[in-house]
């Protein structure tokens, strides 16, 4: 088979059946029944994806290129005027300008946190104990997180108060509802939540490294950033993306978390393209715009997902 | 890496303030809970509760009027059935992607895992309008079948890596005997798998239980709606009154994932390496 651009097969005893040998008749049906029984087996697997997932992007497209809505009907093409109406709209730059934030916050402070937590906390002595504290809030579900974060930034809640005891009241704030803070607030709240996470992902990457290029590298006398930078960093990179890339698109689609603390809408100082799709589409039913900045949403997504796949063949070429 | 110095010294300290920050959240959580709204709104948030008397009234209080109970429920039932559906059809798909010999396989594959690429937000108005032309809105069923096509694509991927590592030798005997796929994928694939297939069916279960846009999507009833969505309403309604009442009901909603985790840590932690080395 060899010259023959052919599907990536996986490594498989196919080797020997795809030798270009006449197959008996018994052989070809063999491999009918063989293929019958491979769509069975796929079938409901299938049939959910494509019936609610795959049908429902499709349709999504095509919605966004009408002008539906609750007061309007849904036969009507619009061309592209549901994209020109979100480049219009104040609301639209409000939740893209903070989405952006989002999006470079989620991959930065997570990752980077994380991995000096992972390189940290490795083979420490309360490694075990801190890792449990650190992914403690990962188990709280997202609204109670909303519900609990919004508290900590209340008028009178936890952080104005502990500003007050230390005689540090003249910067007490509004947090959520400052344009300049909300964001942020909200970042922090989602940072305390995913940190452990990327963290734990990242020890199991550490762990899963070859150890003697490390030893050797301490042989020779390397220092430990040395060894971090040219030796784990390196070889982590994999883990390193596949880390990022869930982190950056969680981030940017947080609906729950903002949703709950975000409480008074419309509140444009944290609105984010996820809430501003929802509202649009589920409270002021403009169903075509909503659709619209889903698509908008789901192609971020599909950059994010390409530019990982990119880097990852990049930086698996260069550990070979 | 085992050189010590300040500098090493100095990172740990910063770690260890860092922990005692990560929490202060928790130590506001299960103070909150033992103070009653009187008690809550006159002291200071980090305030030490004065006892434990008021927890059982607050427990009472937040339950009956979030009508947790209900929630729970159909969390349960969708967590249960959502993440069980879907971990067996993504099992079922696995076997064939990863040890029947059939054309495309790769194209069938990316099919399925196709559903991982989108954000959510861009199913939520095909699938409402959908469900209200099909009269899923507002139903149990309706709700559960988009749960489980979620839950689909990620573990086909894991188990389908998964499945393909099993050494061949024994089912190959097995076909030889004339076994058919599916006394193959039942009597020696999946008792093969089963620490891969707790470790999924764990990770999904726990993601339809936090889960709170489909349930706002979906359902709007109480009847039908999830136990997050049943939280966030009450939290809507009453974080400026009954504070206490409303962390007590945010805790209330996070303890069964919570015992999940510490009963079966293992299974998550297998679960978690999974979706890494992917």
């Known amino acids: ?320 | 890496m085992s050189v010590a110095g300040s500098s090493r010294r100095f990172a740990l300290a910063g770690a260890a303030t860092l922990a005692v920050l990560w929490l202060v959240p928790f130590y506001y959580a299960v103070s909150t809970i033992c103070k009653s709204t009187a008690q809550y709104l006159s002291g200071t948030p980090l305030s030490l509760p004065p006892s434990l008397s008021s927890l059982p009234g607050n427990i009472e209080a937040a339950w009956a009027q979030t009508q947790m109970g209900q929630g729970m429920l159909n969390s349960l039932g969708y967590g249960v059935l959502g993440a069980g559906g879907a971990v067996l059809a993504a099992a079922s798909a696995a076997y064939a992607l990863a040890r029947i010999v059939f054309p495309a396989r790769t194209t069938w594959f990316m099919v399925i895992f196709a559903g991982t690429v989108f954000p959510f937000q861009i199913y939520l108005i095909p699938l409402f309008q959908g469900y209200a032309r099909f009269g899923l809105l507002n139903t149990r069923l309706g709700l559960l079948m988009a749960y489980m096509a979620i839950c689909v694509p990620f573990p086909t991927l894991v188990l389908r890596n998964h499945m393909g590592q099993i050494p061949r030798d024994l089912d190959e005997a097995a076909r030889m005997d004339g076994c058919s796929h599916f006394r193959i994928f039942r009597s020696i694939i999946l008792p093969n798998s089963t620490g891969p297939l707790i470790a999924l069916f764990l990770l999904q279960f726990t993601w339809i239980w936090n889960d709170l846009i489909f349930s706002m999507v979906l359902t709007t009833e109480t009847a039908q709606r999830s136990v997050m969505n049943a939280l966030m309403v009450f939290q809507g309604n009453y974080a400026g009154t009954t504070p206490n009442l409303v962390i007590t009901a945010s805790v209330l909603a996070s303890l069964p994932t919570v015992a999940v985790f510490l009963l079966l840590r293992r299974y998550f932690m297998q679960g978690l390496s999974l979706s890494v080395h992917a």
Not at chain 1, 69 to 92: C, E, M, Q, T, W
Not at chain 1, 126 to 138: A, C, N, S, V
Not at chain 1, 240 to 263: E, N
């Open chain 1, 1 to 320: 088979m060899s010259g023959i651009p052919a599907l990536p097969a996986l490594p498989h005893r196919g080797a020997a059946a795809r030798r270009p040998v006449r197959l008996t008749a018994e052989e070809r049906a063999v491999r009918r029944r063989d293929y019958f029984s491979a769509i069975l087996f796929m079938a409901p697997a299938l049939l959910l994806v494509s019936i609610f997932l795959l049908a429902p992007v499709v349709y999504n497209i095509l919605i966004s290129f009408t002008g539906w809505s609750h007061f309007k009907g849904f036969n009507r093409f619009v061309g592209l005027a549901n994209y020109r109406h979100a480049i219009n709209n104040p609301d639209f730059s409000a939740a893209a300008s903070n989405t952006v934030v989002w999006v470079i916050a989620s991959l930065v402070l997570p990752v980077l946190i994380g991995l000096g937590l992972a390189v940290l906390l490795r083979g420490l002595k309360g490694e075990e104990f801190l890792k449990t504290i650190f992914f403690l809030p990962r188990l709280v579900a997202p609204t109670a997180i909303g519900a609990i974060w919004y508290y900590v930034y209340a008028d009178n809640g936890v952080v104005n108060t502990i500003l007050k005891q230390v005689g540090a009241g003249r910067f007490a704030e509004s947090w959520l509802y400052q344009a300049s803070t909300a964001t942020p607030a909200m970042i922090i709240a989602y940072v305390w939540q995913t940190t452990g996470l990327v963290m734990v992902l990242l020890l199991l990457g550490l762990a899963a490294l070859p150890h003697d290029p490390i030893e050797a590298a301490t042989v020779e006398g390397a220092s430990r950033w040395q060894i971090f930078r040219h030796i784990v960093l390196p070889m982590l990179m994999p883990t390193v993306l596949v880390v990022t890339t869930i982190s950056i698109i969680a981030g940017f689609t947080t609906f729950d978390l903002v949703w709950v603390m975000g409480r008074d809408y419309p509140n444009p100082s944290s609105l984010t393209l996820a809430i501003h799709q929802y509202w649009e589409s589920f409270r002021s039913g403009h169903w075509a715009y909503g659709a619209a900045i889903a698509v908008l949403l789901g192609g971020i997504a599909l950059i994010v997902t390409l530019l990982q796949v990119i880097l990852q063949q990049r930086v698996e070429s260069r550990i070979r």
